[in-house]
């Protein structure tokens, strides 16, 4: 089990709170993180949701309560449970106030919903493509198998179509296509317009209703507007 760095801590912060950090508080949150059998986890989530802290808004010590109340949740505990491994210290001080379990658990119900422990649950959720990748991969090859060994017709288009629809191409690719092809139609556009000129030009000149100078200053002119071609 090795214990976590100042350099490791340093690495995964905003450029913003890396300043705070310093070996006495890595010695602190070492011995917070003590459980031999949380502890990895505990040293990993530690440094996988530090972007919660990219604003600055919250205190280091409160990022590493919160980073171990939702490991616990993640383990399977209820929200007292989670809570009382997080704050057993706190926990134990409520007990001996006499505050009564609906108070303690009110508690522990406005830190589930605080900002940064909700901000660190959706740092932790993975999507559920992601989650089904493999399901995703084995049904697109069953619609694959269906296209081309059903014998119902029907069923072989529809696998067809399906695999046509989640398999397209995405639609940012094809939105930048649509700009270049009305690029290259603009390009194009100008380039006859500069060929007619240029025909015209010639003819002028042939026939001596321009010289060279008129030529030079001819404007080009393309969906009323002109552009210079001297």
């Known amino acids: 089990m090795s214990a976590l760095s100042v350099e490791q801590f340093k690495s995964a912060l905003p450029d913003k709170v890396k300043k705070s950090v310093n070996q006495e508080l890595?010695?602190?949150?070492?011995?917070?993180?003590?459980?031999?059998?949380?502890?990895?986890?505990?040293?990993?989530?530690?440094?996988?949701?530090?972007?919660?802290?990219?604003?600055?808004?919250?205190?280091?010590?409160?990022?590493v309560s919160a980073v171990k109340y939702v490991s616990h949740k993640l383990m399977g505990c209820t929200n007292i449970e989670a809570y009382t491994k997080t704050f057993p210290d706190k926990y134990d001080r409520f007990v001996q106030q006499g505050v009564t379990a609906k108070d303690i658990?009110?508690?522990?119900?406005?830190?589930?919903?605080?900002?940064?422990?909700?901000?660190?649950f959706e740092q932790t959720m993975i999507p559920s493509y992601v989650l089904n990748q493999d399901l995703y991969q084995k049904a697109l090859n069953v619609q694959a198998e269906l296209m081309m060994t059903a014998h119902s017709e029907k069923v072989r288009t529809d696998a067809a179509n399906s695999l046509l629809t989640h398999l397209k191409m995405p639609e940012t690719q094809k939105v930048e296509l649509d700009i270049n092809v009305k690029e290259d139609s603009s390009i194009g556009a100008l380039r006859a317009a500069t060929m007619e000129l240029a025909?015209?030009?010639?003819?002028?000149?042939e026939s001596g209703q321009m010289n060279a100078q008129e030529v030079a200053h001819t404007k080009l002119v393309i969906d009323s507007e002109f552009v210079e071609v001297n």
Do not use: C, H, W
């Open 26 to 63: 890595i010695d602190q949150i070492n011995t917070t993180l003590s459980d031999p059998e949380m502890y990895e986890s505990y040293r990993d989530n530690l440094l996988s949701y530090t972007r919660v802290m990219a604003d600055g808004r919250f205190k280091v010590d409160s990022y």
């Open 105 to 120: 658990a009110s508690y522990v119900t406005a830190y589930n919903k605080s900002k940064l422990v909700n901000l660190i």
């Open 199 to 205: 025909r015209q030009q010639r003819l002028s000149m």
